[in-house]
């Protein structure tokens, strides 16, 4: 993925790829890799992996345990909490 990020209030360019793949039993073990490039800061980087953490950890985990990504997106219930 390649975007460029408003999130630090900097002009930067972030490429962030990932690698999928087998962890113990039924996991997946998703490994991130973020390269940025443009106006960073000291704090930058603490504030992009935040952001990730959050998308990752915080939402994608929760959506992948419960099972509800095995449903369709039509069957889904709608959450408030999901895209505040």
Do not use: Q
Request: hydrophobic share 35%.
């Amino acid at each position: 993925m390649h975007f460029c990020a408003g999130i630090t209030g900097k002009a930067i360019t972030l490429v962030s790829t990932y690698d999928l793949g087998s962890a113990a039993g039924d996991s997946t073990r998703l490994r991130l890799s973020v390269h940025a490039a443009g106006e960073i800061e000291e704090k930058t980087p603490e504030i992009v992996e935040k952001v990730w953490e959050h998308f990752l950890v915080e939402r994608l985990k929760p959506f992948i345990e419960s099972g509800e990504h095995l449903t369709s997106a039509a069957n889904r219930k709608p959450r408030s909490d999901r895209f505040p």
